[in-house]
């Protein structure tokens, strides 16, 4: 059985930041976000140490967003993408604070989000940062082509984005709360076209909506915002089909990051993915909504697929998971 | 039993539902391109001929490819081949040309990880398979070749 955790407490996000690539600034919420770097190197030699940096300057960003000091801290949730998640343990090495490596793939912000406020909850830790990025050329070499190579994309292919999100979560300060939180079941249907993420991971993302409404009694109407994180265009119309199989209608409150991030002239086909899509969305232009209180209650829950080329190349199918959690201003 | 019912009936969905390629614009573009490069060669291969009349047919043939190999792994080096590639497709990738960016790109991609493990090593993952089968197809038509010229 899934549960659903409601969490006593109710931990607050306390402070949040994120860093972009240059295309992802001139995207959609390219306003919202705290730090557009020039270019993709970020200064660095390779693509790895930019995204590593990316991590590091989004971890120092939020504690000082928070108006905290690196003392303050009590633990490090933080994944990425890349093999044995080295951005996230290689930038919390600069840090003088403990660190939990979690990989969720592109839903690792809900699920750090999630262990955080349960450690806060908890009372086990006073003050935790959580942090996720990825990077378009990273990603791009470790899945799938050079980036020079003459090739077309398929029409089903979405773009990783270049950024990083974090955010603080504790019981003390002023910020939008944590409620409760659903992690996901892995959930496989048969796909393996690695260029279909979105068709991979949707019914990923209709297990724990319908396990979350379940659990808390509640439906669509009950949020503000539904928010997945990177199932773009078709993703998200797959979704919107398998639940209104289900009996739920998702109406106009239901969006998704990937979907929404780049403008319809940046050619990313099917939209935006990676473990930076939703981080950055998450903890820029969602985070300052609630606190303007424009929105009142926010599911948010970002969809990962758990695959690896070695799995793909020996054809395995696609297994996908989704993290949910209910923010409330 | 039920699960693989489901995921059958899940991916013919999914496959209905993926927006398709347009075939003709596609292949339109692939064709004016693919036949401009082969245009190019041939036009190398002329000057070449024209300004070096002691030249042999097969010298120029081999100095024309070394040219458009280089033309190509240059393009690729300063970013512009792999625009071509994504407006072109096929038509960009079957000529020499493409066999060239296919090399060129990851060098550039693994210098990174140094000249042996990274250049060296990574420069033939995606041009490797076509060096393979083109030296095997050529083995089994020389076999045959043999075999006819028995009688």
């Known amino acids: 059985m899934a549960e659903t955790i409601k969490l006593k407490k109710q931990p607050k996000i306390i402070g949040s930041y994120s860093i972009v690539g240059p295309k992802e600034g001139k995207g959609n919420f390219g306003e919202y976000f705290d730090y557009v770097m020039k270019n993709d190197f970020f200064g660095e030699k390779t693509f790895e140490k930019a995204e590593r940096k990316m991590l590091e300057n989004a971890i120092t960003g939020v504690i000082q967003n928070a108006k905290l000091q690196t003392k303050d801290i009590d633990i490090m949730i933080a994944g990425d993408l ?6 996230s343990s290689y930038a919390a090495r600069v840090f003088n604070f403990p660190f939990l490596g979690v990989y969720g793939a592109c839903s690792t912000m809900a699920e750090s989000i999630g262990v955080a406020s349960i450690l806060v909850d908890g009372g086990y830790s006073k003050n935790v940062v959580c942090c996720t990025g990825s990077h378009f050329s990273t990603a791009e070499r470790q899945y799938r082509f050079p980036l020079e190579l003459g090739n077309q994309r398929p029409p089903t292919s979405q773009w990783t984005v270049t950024g990083a999100g974090s955010c603080v979560i504790s019981l003390e300060g002023e910020g939008p709360r944590i409620t409760m939180v659903t992690f996901g079941k892995v959930v496989d249907w048969g796909i393996n076209d690695v260029n279909n993420m979105g068709g991979a991971m949707a019914p990923a993302a209709r297990e724990t909506m319908l396990n979350h409404f379940r659990n808390t009694k509640t439906g669509p109407d009950d949020y503000d915002l539904i928010l997945t994180g990177d199932l773009g265009k078709l993703g998200s119309e797959i979704l919107i089909d398998l639940m209104e199989d289900e009996g739920i209608t998702l109406g106009s409150n239901y969006g998704d990051c990937g979907q929404m991030y780049f403008k319809r002239s940046q050619q990313t086909l099917c939209g935006a993915s990676g473990a930076g899509c939703c981080a950055t ?10 606190q303007e209180k424009k929105y009142k209650r926010i599911l948010f829950m970002p969809t990962g697929a758990l695959l690896s080329t070695t799995s793909t190349q020996q054809g395995d199918t696609i297994p996908c998971t989704c993290h949910a959690i209910v923010i409330e201003a | 039993m039920e699960d693989k019912k489901r ?4 991916n013919q ?18 064709f004016w391109v693919g036949g401009l490069i082969c245009v190019i060669g041939q036009g190398i291969n002329d000057l070449l001929l024209l300004a070096f009349p002691m030249l042999s047919q097969q010298s120029a043939w081999a100095l024309t490819l070394i040219a458009l190999i280089f033309i190509a792994s240059f393009l690729t080096g300063i970013g512009v081949y792999d625009q071509i590639g994504k407006f072109a497709g096929g038509g960009s990738i079957v000529p020499i040309t493409g066999f060239s960016n296919s090399i060129a790109s990851p060098s550039i991609e693994f210098k990174s990880e140094g000249i042996v493990y990274g250049i060296c090593v990574k420069m033939f993952t995606i041009a490797g398979p076509v060096i393979v089968f083109g030296v095997a197809s050529s083995m089994v038509v020389g076999l045959i070749y043999w075999i006819i010229s028995l009688f």
């Open chain 2, 7 to 10: 995921n059958e009936a899940y």
């Open chain 1, 281 to 290: 969305v998450f903890n820029s232009f969602i985070i300052k909504k609630l």
């Open chain 1, 82 to 87: 890349l093999n044995q998640i080295i951005s």
């Open chain 2, 13 to 30: 969905y999914v496959s209905a539902k993926i927006p398709k390629t347009h075939a003709w614009p596609a292949l339109f573009n692939s």
